[in-house]
């Protein structure tokens, strides 16, 4: 995970990064904001910059809160991968042209074999968990011993929620139409009006929802009959199938 973002923004060495050798980490956090970041001016870094002082901790961690990260200083996994993210951003709003007139990578053919992604993934190495763990804290799933069930609990989330159909269906907020409710005889009184108004309503949300439900039980008819209501007719034996 952090090989393929250190490679994207030229690090010098992204296949030998360590994050948990401490003067590695602190040195490719300098080298980010130095090169990539550059939130702070160049006379504001000295602290950032300063990596065998005791105090680089409460450095790094104002630094993170300057740039509104969701994670703390202890979190160093979770901190880089997202510090990384960000440099990749800014490395492309840096150079759109260049970027944006990349071939994209050739469709596969049909003769590709359909591979499962999950096979090829190594769930004890310390990045995959890492960059697992980063998503689920952001979009709020709870955590599991078993890394693979969180990452799967993520693409659902992701396909459920956050796809662009269900953005889509989600923004298309239905209208409601007015409904006169002196149009429609309850059937019994309660002895007040405001409850007679408050059951009318109720009983035409209900009538609704039935509504609702028996369109979804029609189109499961039609789907059915679609696969068996296609019979073979034999005229010479009368009667119908083979």
């Known amino acids: 995970m952090f090989k393929r973002k250190l490679t994207a923004l030229d690090y010098h060495n992204p296949g030998g990064f360590d994050c948990t050798d401490e003067t590695q980490y602190r040195n490719c956090i300098v080298w980010l904001e130095d090169q990539k970041i550059r939130h702070y001016k ?3 870094r000295g602290n950032l ?4 002082s005791s105090d680089w901790p409460k450095a790094f961690h104002q630094y993170l809160q300057d740039l509104n990260c969701p994670f703390g200083g202890e979190q160093q996994p979770e901190a880089v991968d997202w510090l990384l993210g960000l440099a990749v951003r800014y490395e492309y709003g840096d150079n759109v042209d ?8 050739a469709a596969p053919t049909n003769s590709d074999k359909a591979v499962d992604p999950l096979l090829n993934l190594d769930g004890d190495s310390p ?34 929620r956050l796809s662009p159909e269900a953005i889509t ?8 139409i007015p409904v006169a409710l002196d149009n429609h005889v309850l059937g019994f009184d309660t002895g007040d009006a405001v409850l007679n108004e408050a059951a ?11 509504r609702e439900l028996q369109t979804k039980i029609n189109e499961a008819i039609v789907a059915v009959q679609a696969i068996i209501a296609d019979p073979k007719t034999d ?3 009368g009667k119908v199938g083979r």
């Open 49 to 52: 910059r300063n990596i065998p």
């Open 42 to 44: 160049i006379e504001e």
């Open 127 to 160: 990045d995959f968990k890492a960059g697992v763990t980063a998503l689920a804290n952001i979009l709020k799933i709870q955590r599991h011993d078993d890394y693979l069930v969180m990452l799967k609990a993520i693409r659902i989330l992701i396909q459920e």
């Open 200 to 210: 009318q309503i109720l009983r035409l949300l209900h009538i609704e929802e039935l």
């Open 235 to 237: 005229h010479r034996l």
């Open 98 to 105: 260049k970027y944006k007139n990349c071939k994209p990578l």
């Open 169 to 176: 269906k989600a923004s298309n907020n239905r209208e409601g």
